[in-house]
């Protein structure tokens, strides 16, 4: 298993600022995604922070908006710019195991943003 | 395009068994999961199916057919604390472990 922080566990912030969410991980991991929850809703992949290049966006979502760092094997960021209330999410870090895979991903317990 | 559906949310009585169906379209099929998520908290991963069948852990089990593109989990003897969200997820081929999740299930267990 892994244990995953994130910080912040949740903000509140004003429109037009960005804020920067980081996600620790105890173990090297390889692959690193981060997820959105909007409230009720269900989670919504973002990107795979990839580990020395560039992180992989899915369709809907761009660089510009989440930028994403992955420096070494252990931790990641994510920066939401330009914050509107349709940000206003969970966003959570999650990696999978090591090997084969399970179909399972491990889970911080998110950061809560309320954007006003 | 990929997609799981599953109901909006079902209701059962402590003690009850229920089944939660999810029905999936996807490309490069190879298993299925679930996900339990309480309120405010991180999704926990509760099972997984590669291979058609039913696989059992405690109270609850999973089961999937690929002919169907159906699985299922079941949940037996249920407690209240099983009040929560289950999510069923497909991993996508050859993507490292990267899940796509259906839209989720709210689970109420009455008294």
């Known amino acids: 298993s892994a244990v995953i922080s994130q910080k912040p566990s949740r903000d509140i912030c004003q429109r037009g600022t960005s804020l920067t969410i980081q996600c620790q991980v105890d173990s090297q991991v390889t692959m690193m995604f981060w997820y959105r929850q909007q409230p009720g809703q269900s989670l919504t992949l973002i990107a795979t922070?990839?580990?020395?290049?560039?992180?992989?966006?899915e369709s809907g979502f761009v660089i510009d908006k989440f930028p994403i760092s992955r420096p070494n094997l252990t931790f990641s960021t994510l920066t939401v710019s330009n914050m509107s209330p349709e940000d206003s999410s969970i966003y959570l870090c999650s990696v999978s195991p090591p090997g084969q895979s399970t179909g399972e991903l491990f889970f911080g317990e998110g950061s809560r943003l309320t954007v006003l | 395009g990929q997609s799981l559906e599953q109901p909006s949310e079902v209701t059962a009585v402590e003690g009850a068994i229920v089944q939660i169906n999810c029905t999936y379209q996807?490309?490069?099929?190879?298993?299925l999961s679930w996900y339990q998520q309480h309120d405010g908290g991180a999704p926990t991963f509760l099972s997984y199916?590669?291979?058609?069948g039913l696989e059992e852990t405690g109270r609850f089990s999973s089961f999937l057919s690929r002919s169907d593109s159906y699985g299922y989990l079941l949940l037996q003897e249920l407690q209240m604390k099983d009040s929560a969200s289950y999510f069923c997820a497909a991993p996508i081929y050859n993507q490292g472990g990267k899940l796509i999740f259906g839209q989720g299930t709210e689970l109420s267990v009455k008294p």
């Open positions: 996807t490309s490069g099929f190879y298993g």
């Open positions: 922070a990839n580990q020395g290049s560039e992180a992989t966006y």
């Open positions: 199916n590669a291979l058609d």
